[in-house]
């Protein structure tokens, strides 16, 4: 069975996916400005970050994966998406989906459970930042029903350049 034509499964992410999920993220750390974090983690300096989205509650992480091998293929979460309690009832999602897998619809997927796991939660609005250009982002956040709202003029400083960062949000 060819690559493009097995099945991708989705399911809560657990601690035995922490050293993939972090060596996906130090990916886009190390080499994009899709994540304004400058520098590589450890896996054990992700671990706040893997056990502050349990699997239940707002807060989630939906892990895809290629089913014969178990290979991560991508994530996704909501997280809090400010720290004062009147934010509660709004999140912050974002999808990373692993170099090579890019076109096969693991960020749909992703994006498909991560909404259905949230749907009976007490939730109001999601909230997505998406450093520029990024069209491909931009088009799937657009699918799921976020709007544009603003962007932040080179809020980041990352590679010797500022970038900005366009702002979308989405109801609950």
């Known amino acids: 069975m060819s690559p493009e034509s097995t099945e991708v499964q989705v399911r809560p992410g657990v601690e035995g996916d922490l050293e993939a999920l972090t060596a996906l993220y130090n990916h886009y750390v190390g080499e994009t400005a899709i994540t304004f974090d ?24 939906m892990v895809a994966t290629e ?22 009832t709004s999140v912050e999602t974002t999808v990373y989906v692993a170099p090579g897998a890019g076109r096969r619809g693991v960020g749909t997927l992703l994006y498909t459970a991560l909404f259905e796991a949230l749907s009976d939660e007490d939730l109001h609005r999601a909230y997505a930042g998406i ?22 003029r080179e809020v980041g400083r990352k590679f010797g350049r500022y970038w900005d960062v366009a702002w979308y949000e989405k109801p609950l």
């Open 131 to 152: 450093a520029l250009p990024n069209e491909a982002s931009a088009r799937l956040h657009e699918r799921f029903g976020f709007r544009h709202v603003g962007t932040y």
């Open 67 to 88: 089913p014969e091998t178990g290979e991560v293929l991508g994530y996704a979460t909501s997280s809090p998406f400010r720290m004062k309690p009147a934010y509660a």
């Open 38 to 61: 400058t520098a590589i983690f450890t896996p054990e300096e992700r671990r706040p970050w893997l056990l502050s989205h349990p699997e239940d509650g707002p807060h989630r992480l």
